[in-house]
């Protein structure tokens, strides 16, 4: 009965707090990769680039809000001030999709998505990243129309409820 009742809670978790397959990343991991690229510094272009890049995917998967900002600001700067190839370009603009979906801008994240699909039609990261955009966004509506609901629900109560008292 107990598992029943954990399985509920977690669907309802899930529900909400959509329970997505985008992987998270740690302060710890965070903190090392910061080391990483303070290290690359005085390495090749090509290290420090790499090491970089490394700390933007960690960002972007980051728990923390202002990580996650901080990520989206060094990937959209990675963009503009270079002529990436096909498969960099897909690689950063799929990481600003993970960033803007961690950041609650569901319809951004949704259209830089669709952008990686264009090149890659049949890359799985943003195929599932796409769902996961999708579903949040329904979700969000489902919310939002529940509430709606609600609150006319309680307006038309509170109306019938004056009305009845008068009489």
């Keep these: 009965m107990d598992a029943k009742i954990g399985k509920f ?4 978790g ?15 991991t965070i903190s090392g990769l910061e ?3 303070a290290e690359a510094s005085n390495g090749s272009e090509q290290q420090r680039s790499e090491t970089l890049m490394r700390l933007s995917w960690g960002l972007v998967h980051s728990k923390r809000p202002e990580d996650v900002q901080r990520g ?9 001030n270079t002529g990436s190839s096909p498969l960099e370009r897909r690689e950063k603009i799929y990481l600003l999709a993970v960033g803007y979906y ?13 952008q990686c699909l264009e090149i890659a039609p049949d890359w799985r990261q943003a195929l599932t990243l796409k769902k996961n955009v999708e579903d949040r966004i329904a979700r969000d509506g489902v919310i939002g129309i529940g509430i709606t609901a609600t609150a ?3 307006l038309v109560g509170g109306i019938a409820a004056a009305v009845t008292r008068k009489k």
């Design 102 to 114: 961690r950041s609650g801008e569901f319809s951004r994240s949704r259209q830089l998505v669709e």
């Design 35 to 37: 080391r990483e690229v």
């Design 9 to 12: 809670f977690e669907s309802v």
């Design 152 to 154: 006319v629900g309680l």
């Design 14 to 28: 899930n529900f909400f707090g959509g329970g997505d397959q985008i992987p998270w990343c740690d302060p710890d």
């Design 72 to 80: 989206i600001a060094m990937v959209e700067a990675s963009l503009a």
